[in-house]
């Protein structure tokens, strides 16, 4: 089972995500912010990462320039998952090393499609 | 009441596009027609039908057929289908037509044009594999409403995602303020035409490939048959028809035979006929 680790301030975002993501055979776990994903990837590295940009005490983009650079970090596909809409954060996701983005609001079928581009569903 | 007006309604879908409302499918007829009903100050579909038969044009009919339409599509539905059209029809084609350099493509049905927009981008990923060629896709549809979204071509943040990946949105699509807009580049090759499948394709090129997904099964065997009948007019004799997932023509056509070891395309009759002498194969079978 492949595992997915959702990183959102938003409890009901991340409850709706992983009901999703449960569906799709995902072994789910959470984390609130950046830095609270950053001790979980110490833990145990996931296969999926689903992000928000916008957390309290560590961003997005903070945790996925961290991620990157670390040993390891290379290996989880992560897909920004945000209300930051516009080609300028778009762009800066993805040079920071995202595999994918997802505009919020998403529904089941987006957010699947979006999966089986970067091979996770 | 009810169930009189509802058939009008389904008789003038018949009537405009061929397509069938089938009992099963009439509880949609609310939901569908609820946005005109707003538009025009209407409560119900009685009230509707009387409007219908007091009008002298048929602007209040068409935008009715309209309404009724199902313009469910997005961008690289069925991806499969695309990487099988990539990786080995495409190239076949490519072999056919090295001497003239040019594909002409058929999007039948094309609702909003992400199906026509996929086909284009396929082609301006590979710059270097289509230098020189003219690619020239015609995407048509009966809903003149989905024909002029199609040309308008501005998608919402919804629909843009809907099976785009970020890297190709990025590549191909400006953000306006009035939605994602795609490049000149891949307009350019697009040209969008309302017409209707049973009507013939008056064209002076046939089509290399047609693509014609999930618009048969809105007809009774009979339209379907035509249906049949007007694509194959329209298809170079080596052509190929792509299908849409769970459509055949198998039992509804002679006019042609299901591509071998490709799921969902299909063939005229005459060029499968052709690739069996070649190759040493039942098509008897195959039908």
Redesign the interface.
Known sequence: MKKCLIVDDSRVIRKVSRHILESLAFDVSEAENGQEALDACEQSMPDLILLDWNMPVMSGIEFITKLRARNGGDGPKVVFCTTE???AH??AA?DAG?D????K??DH??LQ??L??VGMA | MTNLSEQIIADLLLEYTGQELTDSRRWRIGSALSGLFRERGLDNVEQLVVLLSEQRDNVLAKETVDALLNNET?FFRD?PMFDQLENDVLPRIAKQNEKQKRISIWSAGCSTGQEALTLAMMFADQPMRWKGWTIDILATDVSNKAIKAARNARYT??EI???L???Q??QHFE?TSQGWQPDRAIRDMITFQQHNILEPMVRATRFDLVLCRNVLLYFCADTRRRAFDRLVEAMAPDGWLMLGAGETSVGHTDAFIPARKLPGLYRPFEAAEATEEQEGTNLAAAR
Do not use: C, S, W
């Open positions: 809409n516009d080609v778009i762009r993805i995202a994918e983005y997802v505009m609001p998403f079928e987006t499609i979006k089986q581009l | 997005y991806k943040q919804f995602q809907r099976g990946g970020v890297g949105m990025l953000e």
